[in-house]
């Protein structure tokens, strides 16, 4: 079955420590992102990769780290989350082109205490 | 910068027809999608627009207008399973996958 996955789906977490949320897809998609949404701001992209080992910011990277090592992989690193980033995190996927649509992962939601 | 519009809520009866518009203000257009968003779930594709028009799919249609920064959704026979988010998003970069996304209308069917 074509999917994205996210892990772990739910986190809670304390100030500082380090996290990691994975994000993988089995459709051989170049492009990868990573979106937070939140009550009133609607989605927002943290991160982006055209392709392997090419990863940009989006708009809202701070506090965020990403790598893409294997087509398949896109996590996303939070080295010393705060409050702020409790948050319900989207990874999506997709051919590159800007008429290609998103298929997005089933959602992380993160709360840092 | 970037900017879309869409109401915060609607509200509308089963069976009946609604419109979810949305207006854009961005530097760049390269189309137009909208999505469906159910409570505590990803996303799901619903349309893509690029030219101006209107493109049916089933009960969904979705209208572009380009000159004026204006799309809407047109969903008919409404159903309850139609409560959803609706999220207006928009491709403005120069050559990538880069979508800027609404902060979405909250739709209610009621009996």
């Known amino acids: 079955e074509a999917q994205v996955t996210q892990n772990p789906r739910y986190l809670i977490t304390v100030t500082g420590k380090k996290l990691t949320v994975t994000c993988s897809q089995n459709m051989n998609h170049e492009y990868m992102s990573w979106y937070r949404q939140d009550p009133g701001l609607g989605l927002r992209q943290i991160y982006y990769s055209m392709n392997v080992e090419v990863t940009d910011k989006g708009d809202v990277p701070e506090g965020y780290k990403v790598s893409r090592k294997e087509k398949r992989n896109f996590p996303l690193i939070l080295e010393s989350p705060s409050p702020n980033q409790t948050s319900l995190y989207f990874c999506?996927?997709?051919?590159?082109?800007?008429?290609?649509?998103?298929?997005f992962g089933p959602g992380t939601r993160l709360l840092v205490l | 910068g970037q900017n879309i519009d869409q109401p915060t809520e609607m509200t509308a009866t089963e069976g009946a027809i609604v419109q979810i518009n949305c207006t854009y203000q961005t530097s760049g257009f390269n189309g137009l999608f909208w999505y469906q968003q159910h409570a505590g779930e990803a996303p799901t594709f619903l349309s893509y627009?690029?030219?101006?028009g209107l493109e049916e799919k089933g009960r969904f249609s979705s209208f572009l207008s380009r000159s004026k920064g204006y799309s809407y959704l047109l969903l008919k026979e409404l159903q309850m399973k139609d409560s959803a988010s609706y999220l207006c998003?928009?491709?403005?970069?120069?050559?990538?996958?880069?979508?800027?996304f609404g902060t979405g209308t909250q739709l209610k069917v009621e009996l």
């Open positions: 627009n690029v030219l101006d």
């Open positions: 999506a996927s997709g051919l590159a082109g800007i008429r290609q649509t998103q298929y």
């Open positions: 998003a928009v491709n403005s970069a120069g050559g990538g996958n880069k979508l800027t």
